[in-house]
């Protein structure tokens, strides 16, 4: 393999269930995650540095300054953003970095990572996804209406992505995200120096 880490860039509806998909590809599998800032409040359970670091409007704009984010976002009137350092040091390591991310945030990534996996999870319906947000309780009425609204522009970018992975069943879409994960290390061009060492190896055998 080839060794500089990559990007995974996971996007998909808010309450497509996203989240819990990676939170279980980490736990499963290993996969280093970045941990995102925003200016957003805290959810009930959420801790600051695990989930998010969250910060004030003003403390992000400084990051924002100081080239702290690989890309950042306003999603339905919050800040959000991949701090750099994090990423940075886990590519040179060697490992993949999985961020879960909103759409403008994906496009950002893939513009100054053209080889960044990108992967679009999403609820089996629209039906699904307005029951899930409901279902969730986390969010009043009106937020669940501006992220079903944002979903709409959202599908359009859909495109932009390589990957769909329908969230019907968790388990089966957290395998299905990790074999395209898989798939893609395995690409011919993803393993170029593997294969001229082989080839050395094997012209001086
Ligand atoms: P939530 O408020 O539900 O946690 O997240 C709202 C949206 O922001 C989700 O689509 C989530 O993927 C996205 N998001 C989380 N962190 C980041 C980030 O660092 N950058 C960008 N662009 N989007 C993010």
Known sequence: MDKKGKLIVISGFSGAGKGTVV???????????????????????EVDGK???FKTVDEFRNLIDYNGFIEWAQYVDNYYGTPRK???????AGRDVILEIEVQGAMNVKRQYPDALL?????????????????????????????????????????????????????????????????????????????ENMKEELNSN
Do not use: W
Request: some cysteine; charged content about 35%; hydrophobic content about 35%.
């Open 86 to 92: 994090f990423v940075e040091q886990e590519m040179e």
């Open 119 to 195: 992967i679009f999870v999403t609820a089996p319906s629209a039906q699904a996804l307005r029951e899930r947000l409901i279902g969730r309780g986390t969010e009043p009425q009106e937020v669940i209406d501006k992220r079903m609204k944002r979903a709409k522009e959202e599908a359009e970018d859909i495109k932009e992505y390589e990957y769909i992975a329908i969230n019907d069943d968790l388990d089966e879409c957290v395998h299905t995200v990790h074999s395209i994960i898989l798939g893609r290390q395995c690409l011919r061009e993803n393993n170029l120096s593997f294969i």
């Open 51 to 53: 989930d998010y670091y």
């Open 23 to 45: 939170k279980k590809l980490v736990e499963e599998y290993g996969y280093s995650l970045s941990v995102s800032a925003t200016t957003r409040e805290p959810r009930k359970g």
